[in-house]
């Protein structure tokens, strides 16, 4: 019988909404991420470690460790200090580099990884890639998809207006990243995956139409909605080639022509 569908990784929960982070125990509790609450919390020096008091008290059996950086070394880092602790997760607790830094840890280690963002800078967050900061400048490794993901716009809110327009910029990237793509279809016969390319273009369309701003709740969770859905389209394709053209390749040599300029990703 031939097969009629395909397995896509994805989160089993997606919680995206004011006041998720009070709950975040009780999502943590459900038996397909930890049965016993032993987790491993990687948190940043920044909201990571002001969320850390808020939310010690209702994980008792998490061990929280402290990353610097986006970096592959803190990464490995970060890897040895979780493996022979018999932790059920890795949880990470920050902006986009802790959450990389823990997708690579976790998938070091063959645990699952829950993201849990504290702005929206850019689509990583749910995404199968983890850019690291290496000797020979930056690095993407394939990594397992999030098990779950939890954005609290309580929390967005908190963080700079910078980042949020550092989301939009990639979300938007989409639309042209996708043309990218459909250009190297017609003209040089590069496969394109259909469904990818529809999820990373219409999540980016529904943030480019929306007639919010970032002060708006209904704008931040489109947003947030828009870079869950380009990651998971990256699963989807089975590379970040939905989200990431011509566009990405201007930023990324940027990055490496003025590696102190120190600007967000969108």
């Not at 993901?149 to 979300?171: H, K, N, Q, T, W």
Request: one cysteine or more.
């Amino acid at each position: 019988m031939p097969v009629l569908t395909r397995l896509i990784p994805s989160p089993v929960v997606v919680d995206i909404r004011r006041g998720a982070m009070d709950d975040l125990a009780g999502l943590l509790a459900d038996q397909r991420i930890s049965s016993s609450g032993r987790l491993a919390v990687a948190i940043s020096d920044g909201s990571g470690r002001a969320l850390k008091e808020r939310l010690a008290p209702d994980l008792p059996g998490a061990d929280w460790y402290p990353v610097s950086d986006g970096t592959i070394d803190s990464a490995v880092k970060l890897a040895d200090g979780i493996k022979g602790n018999r932790y059920d997760a890795v949880v990470g607790l920050g902006g986009g580099k802790i959450i990389d830094v823990a997708k690579y840890a976790a998938a070091r280690v063959g645990l699952p990884m829950v993201a849990v963002a504290t702005n929206l800078s850019h689509d990583g967050l749910c995404s199968p890639v983890a850019t690291l900061d290496n000797d020979n400048g930056r690095g993407s490794y394939g990594v397992p998809t999030p098990i779950a993901v939890v954005i609290d716009l309580d929390v967005i809110r908190e963080a700079p207006v910078r980042f949020v327009r550092s989301g939009i910029g990639d979300a938007i990237s989409n639309i042209s990243c996708v043309a990218d793509w459909e250009l190297a279809h017609e003209v040089n016969g590069e496969e394109i995956d259909g469904l990818a390319a529809a999820m990373a273009r219409q999540a980016g369309e529904a943030v480019l139409r929306h007639p919010g701003g970032v002060g708006d709740d209904s704008f931040l969770k489109v947003l947030a909605e828009g870079l869950v859905l380009t990651g998971i389209s990256m699963s989807v394709a089975g590379d970040s080639r939905p989200a990431s053209g011509a566009c990405h390749e201007i930023n990324h040599a940027f990055d490496l022509l003025y590696p102190q300029r120190a600007a967000s990703h969108g």
